[in-house]
């Protein structure tokens, strides 16, 4: 009887397998719809997320069109030692870097800010119309938001030009001046997503719950107390968490914005992986060459990934994982 019970039982305690399986079928047969809601997810993630990664052999590959994938020779790592030890490399990361830990440092603040200062406010009409102008950008292609970039700056009929003429100040090329790039950038990606990011932390806020605003308004606690004792530490998780997804993402620039707003004259600033890898992958038909780059970079931003999550939960005990 002794042994029969040791085999049912999986080693460590734990229950036996038909029984897991059988409580797993119960939970499917259970949420039935919200499985079936969740498989445009599932297709989503398998088609544009992990089968792209079959296209990494083409990194050690000298790939040929003619030969297909699995026709083209073997080079191992050729294309990385090649990208290593080009002049582009470290101007690509400086720059990509840059970029990135700009936005990530000036622009993680705003949207907390305009989350906190929104759920402040008391006049209905004003919050809502406040709501509605910066969650507009989200909305709008990267394309409309760059060409307003370009006619707002225009050199000639500009609307900042136009204003500097009138105070006096004689008018600036915006976009072709390398120093001017980057803070272009910067606040176009703060303007950009502020408002979108704002609805996270509107929502975790929501989830506060407000007898601890009830009781500090008991003990004579400020707005501004409750905002620094209640509102900001039960921010924390969620800014954790959004922290780990900026800082993993914060060296994978999309080429959209930055191909469409830098020009020969800003090169040396603006030139980032993303948009070496479309020239040299789309434009010169260099696969191999452009995969490598690409794999390298998101090594690079995985490896930020998780030492973010590595760190968030030394210091504030949360993370993805």
Not at 129 to 141: D, M
Not at 177 to 183: A, C, E
Not at 215 to 240: C, E, K, N, Q, Y
Not at 305 to 312: D, G, I, Q, T, Y
Request: glycine letters at 8%; one cysteine or more.
């Amino acid at each position: 009887m002794r042994q029969s019970n040791l085999e049912a039982v999986k080693p460590g305690g734990g229950k036996p397998l038909s029984t897991r399986l059988e409580a797993a079928w119960k939970h499917i047969k259970r949420d039935k719809q919200l499985l079936l809601l969740f498989i445009p997810c599932i297709l989503f993630y398998l088609l544009f997320r992990y089968g792209p990664l079959y296209g990494l052999i083409l990194a050690f590959k000298d790939y040929s069109v003619f030969s297909g994938v699995w026709g083209s020779d073997w080079v191992g790592l050729k294309h990385f030692d090649k990208f290593f030890t080009s002049r582009d490399f470290w101007l690509l990361f400086k720059n990509t870097l840059l970029l990135g830990f700009y936005t990530l440092i000036f622009g993680f603040p705003f949207p907390i800010l305009l989350a906190i200062l929104l759920n402040e406010v008391r006049i209905g009409w004003f919050k809502k119309s406040v709501q509605t102008f910066s969650y507009l950008p989200a909305f709008l292609s990267v394309v409309i938001i760059c060409s307003m970039i370009i006619d707002f700056l225009s050199p000639n009929n500009g609307l900042l030009n136009q204003l500097l003429a009138v105070l006096g100040f004689e008018k600036k090329y915006f976009l072709v001046d390398p120093g001017w790039f980057r803070p272009i950038y910067v606040i176009s990606e703060i303007w950009g997503t502020m408002g979108y990011e704002a609805i996270i932390y509107l929502a975790a806020i929501a989830g506060i719950n407000p007898t601890l605003y009830e009781a500090a308004r008991v003990d004579g606690a400020s707005r501004f107390g409750m905002m620094r004792h209640i509102t900001l530490p039960g921010l924390l998780p969620t800014l954790l968490v959004m922290f780990i997804l900026k800082t993993g993402s914060m060296i994978r620039i999309g080429y959209e914005k930055v191909l469409l707003l830098y020009n020969p004259m800003t090169y040396d600033v603006a030139d980032v992986f993303s948009t070496y890898v479309y020239r040299k992958g789309l434009l010169e038909s260099n696969y191999s060459y452009a995969a490598a780059v690409g794999m390298f970079e998101a090594l690079v931003a995985m490896l930020m990934l998780l030492s973010a999550n590595f760190l968030s939960k030394r210091i504030g005990g949360n993370g993805l994982w």
